[in-house]
């Protein structure tokens, strides 16, 4: 089986920095791609940031400009810095991960979630 450990969510007042990490730990044969999705109260999940293991990366147009998200493939994490942030980033964020299971092939992963809390 996979896991997918969270950490780094917190309390922030707006214009300052949270940085998210996630490692991943199993039976692991490769993973790509890795990505964070968030969930606001009474909202849908959206993508946040997605990365290949090439280091091809997406982000949503609300986060341009103010979010990175990178990753260590040799330790299989991915991190997701965040910059000036807002009030409406404020939601819980989910790490996911594309896992190859040796033995078993391709399954799709969700860490339990972190809140993030901007205040005004």
């Keep these: 089986q996979v896991q997918l450990v969270e950490s780094g969510g917190g309390l922030v007042q707006a214009g300052g920095s949270l940085r998210l990490s996630c490692a991943a730990s199993g039976s692991i044969f490769s993973i790509n791609p890795m990505g964070w999705y968030r969930q606001a109260p009474g909202k849908q999940r959206e993508l946040v940031a997605r990365i290949t293991s090439s280091g091809y990366t997406n982000y949503a147009d609300s986060v341009k400009g103010r979010f990175t998200i990178s990753r260590d493939n040799a ?8 910059n000036s942030l807002k009030p409406e980033d404020t939601a819980v964020y ?5 896992v190859w ?15 993030v809390t901007v205040s005004s």
Aim: aromatic share 18%.
């Design 94 to 98: 989910y790490c996911n991960a594309n």
């Design 75 to 82: 330790k299989n994490t991915v991190y997701l810095q965040m």
């Design 101 to 115: 299971v040796t033995g078993r092939g391709y399954d799709d992963y969700w860490g339990q979630g972190t809140q």
